[in-house]
């Protein structure tokens, strides 16, 4: 079983006097031996399996304040769940009061002024429904069912980074919850220390309670043209040497992430490679549709595809294509890093790899990072990685947890021999408990500012259950 560095349970301590923080609650508080327990505590990776001392299904802002101000007066640790899909269970710790956000899900859409307002505990399933409705998007990754704080926060990487930047680059405005319990608003123009380091710096720094973010126009009134292509595992070295050359000279509103998935069996794919292990990219054009024949043109003809899923639809349908493949619970581990390039000596390792595929759901991917995302300076936001590259994850995954000792081996070692290829450091929504110089490495020359921002909002480090920056000294 994975495991992440929280407070353990301890038989000595004092169970918290949760009785004080109950009468001031519109939510509902949950504790060890309610019937509601141990479903509130699941989070998304069914490896992850920690009991917190209570869990606040918080009902409104207020809530997540006297929860933070308890935990505060008490020191109890605390934990804070949105959409739970955090890889290393970060949403809840043991012996923790858990902030639960999953019931905050409403949105509201402002056409004229293309902007969306999001409560904490949406998924971006949530959001792309309600962006939909009038032809725009706002860029975030490539499962419905992610949470949309723990995403934003961390970075945002998906189908439309390429062309509109990462989440964080179109994140206006945040409401914050602040360790001292009391709410502000950030922006460039309010808190602009606080707002650069909510732009990657993860949970670290408070409560985000609402975000505001910008849409944009895509596609032909939110169709866009996208789906797979599929290649054999054979010609994995072929592929994976041409998308690298191509992918920088694509227009910014053609992208695609590349890696390696086991074909699901059923439809839409043909029957004849239900359960194939391929190379696959999947594609998501945003741009004009009287275009698209020529742009898509490279893609549809390269090679020899063992088939080409490429066709018109609803943005929300490829941002959730994968949903019913990955429900919540399933064993999970992890491992991720950016590249700047796809090396020779890289292809060679995901090839080996790619063979010794441990499950059906087990797989790697490469998402690219450039275009619009390349443009912003590496120290406008706290996120670092802006000269390009891909942001890769290998992820062992099965229903079985007979089988998490294989998986999580399998990606170990997989991590292990393609790590010396990488830029140093990873994706932070992708990381599990690595220790404090992965986590450095993960922010290069922005850590040291992070440490400083946290020291002035969080100096004693109340929301530690996270990637973790200790204020600086």
């Given at each position: 079983m994975t495991t992440t560095t929280t407070p353990t349970a301890t038989a000595q301590r004092p169970q918290p006097p949760y009785g004080e923080l109950t009468p001031g609650l519109r939510g509902a508080m949950i504790e060890p031996g309610d019937p509601a327990y141990d479903e509130a505590r699941a989070v998304y990776n069914g490896m992850i399996d920690r009991r917190p001392s209570a869990i606040v299904r918080c009902a409104d802002v207020a809530d997540v304040i006297a929860c933070v101000r308890f935990a505060r007066e008490h020191g109890v640790t605390l934990a804070v769940r949105g959409g739970g899909h955090n890889a290393g269970g970060l949403g809840v710790a043991d012996d923790a009061l858990v902030?639960?956000?999953?019931?905050?899900?409403?949105?509201?859409?402002?056409?004229?002024?293309?902007?969306?307002?999001?409560?904490?505990?949406?998924?971006?399933?949530?959001?792309?429904?309600?962006t939909s409705a009038f032809g725009t998007a706002t860029p975030s990754g490539i499962i419905g069912s992610t949470g949309v704080a723990g995403l934003t926060l961390g970075g945002g990487i998906g189908y439309l980074t390429r062309r509109f930047g990462l989440t964080i680059d179109n994140l206006l405005s945040a409401?914050?919850?602040?360790?001292?319990?009391?709410?502000?608003?950030?922006?460039?123009d309010s808190h602009p220390d606080l707002f650069w380091a909510l732009r990657g710096g993860g949970g670290n720094f408070g409560i985000v309670t609402s975000f505001r973010f910008a849409c944009h126009e895509i596609g032909e009134n939110g169709t866009i043209i996208g789906g797979p292509v599929f290649y054999d595992l054979a010609d994995l070295g072929e592929v994976m040497r041409w998308y690298r050359d191509l992918l920088p000279s694509l227009p910014e509103e053609l992208s695609g992430w590349i890696g390696v998935v086991?074909?699901?069996?059923?439809?839409?794919?043909?029957?004849?490679?239900?359960?194939?292990?391929?190379?696959?990219?999947?594609?998501?054009?945003?741009?004009?549709?009287?275009?698209?024949?020529?742009?898509?043109?490279?893609?549809?003809?390269?090679?020899?595809?063992?088939?080409?899923?490429?066709?018109?639809?609803?943005?929300?349908?490829?941002?959730?294509?994968?949903?019913?493949?990955?429900?919540?619970?399933?064993?999970?581990?992890?491992?991720?890093?950016?590249?700047?390039?796809?090396?020779?000596?890289?292809?060679?390792?995901?090839?080996?790899?790619?063979?010794?595929?441990?499950?059906?759901?087990?797989?790697?991917?490469?998402?690219?990072?450039?275009?619009?995302?390349?443009?912003?300076?590496?120290?406008?936001?706290?996120?670092?990685?802006?000269?390009?590259?891909?942001?890769?994850?290998?992820?062992?995954?099965?229903?079985?947890?007979?089988?998490?000792?294989?998986?999580?081996?399998?990606?170990?070692?997989?991590?292990?021999?393609?790590?010396?290829?990488?830029?140093?450091?990873?994706?932070?929504?992708?990381?599990?408990?690595?220790?404090?110089?992965?986590?450095?490495?993960?922010?290069?020359?922005?850590?040291?500012?992070?440490?400083?921002?946290?020291?002035?909002?969080?100096?004693?480090?109340?929301?530690?259950?996270?990637?973790?920056?200790?204020?600086?000294?």
């Open positions: 902030v639960d956000l999953s019931g905050l899900r409403s949105t509201t859409v402002d056409p004229a002024g293309h902007t969306v307002r999001v409560d904490p505990g949406c998924r971006w399933a949530d959001v792309d429904h309600a409401d914050v919850v602040l360790a001292d319990g009391t709410l502000v608003t950030a922006s460039t086991s074909v699901p069996p059923g439809p839409p794919f043909p029957e004849q490679l239900w359960g194939r292990t391929v190379c696959a990219i999947v594609w998501c054009y945003t741009g004009s549709h009287d275009t698209a024949d020529a742009v898509l043109a490279p893609v549809r003809e390269f090679g020899s595809p063992l088939m080409v899923g490429v066709a018109p639809m609803p943005y929300p349908a490829l941002q959730t294509a994968f949903d019913p493949l990955y429900p919540a619970g399933l064993q999970w581990y992890w491992r991720a890093d950016v590249f700047t390039e796809i090396s020779d000596r890289a292809i060679e390792v995901h090839r080996r790899f790619a063979e010794k595929l441990p499950s059906g759901l087990s797989t790697m991917h490469l998402y690219p990072i450039d275009g619009a995302a390349a443009r912003v300076p590496a120290d406008a936001t706290a996120f670092p990685y802006r000269d390009g590259g891909w942001s890769g994850v290998i992820v062992g995954v099965d229903a079985d947890p007979a089988n998490g000792p294989a998986i999580t081996a399998w990606a170990k070692q997989y991590w292990e021999e393609l790590h010396p290829t990488s830029a140093g450091g990873a994706y932070i929504n992708f990381m599990m408990d690595e220790g404090t110089d992965r986590i450095r490495a993960s922010y290069r020359g922005n850590y040291d500012r992070l440490a400083s921002v946290k020291r002035r909002y969080d100096p004693d480090n109340l929301f530690r259950v996270n990637q973790n920056i200790p204020p600086a000294d």
